[in-house]
């Protein structure tokens, strides 16, 4: 229960809800389980909440286009700019306040999906790594 538990949260604080699941990483760790595994569910479970912050940007964006909340040459501009910072930003996936949009804006541009996933699970399993060694 306790593995299922971190991902589930892992996998919210990840999306674009608010929460955190550090805290509970922590108190895992400091029960004594496996912290690699600990660090892998959890990264996991964030990864993939990433990627719904992904699809949900890949899929809003004709809705964001038809409702004029976003102009052509917006997109153009960012599209560029994502092209040129794009993996740099991704390895910001894991801050708090900016990560999640990082992650949908991925998905509007349709940023690269292997990419995508390969940078955020670094970055984000680098992240787990540090906290650990907090405890």
């Given amino acids: 229960m306790t593995f ?9 604080a990840a999306t674009l809800l608010p929460g955190g699941s ?14 690699f595994l600990l660090i892998f569910v ?11 912050n992904y699809w949900i940007g890949l899929k809003g964006v004709d809705y964001l286009i038809t409702k ?14 994502f092209a040129r910072y794009g993996a740099f930003s991704l390895l910001l996936s894991w801050v ?11 998905g509007v541009l349709k940023y690269d999906i292997k990419k995508f996933l390969a940078i955020v699970f670094l ?3 680098i992240r787990y790594g540090v906290i650990s060694l907090l405890i």
């Fill in 123 to 125: 970055a984000k399993g």
């Fill in 42 to 52: 959890a990264t996991i479970g964030n990864t993939l909440g990433s990627l719904v």
């Fill in 22 to 35: 550090e805290a509970l990483l922590l108190y895992d760790l400091s029960l004594g389980y496996d912290p």
């Fill in 68 to 81: 004029k909340y976003l102009k052509a040459q917006q997109m153009d501009r960012a599209d560029k700019l």
């Fill in 96 to 106: 708090p306040i900016i990560g999640d949009p990082i992650t949908f804006i991925a």
């Fill in 4 to 12: 299922l538990t971190l991902f589930t949260l892992s996998f919210l």
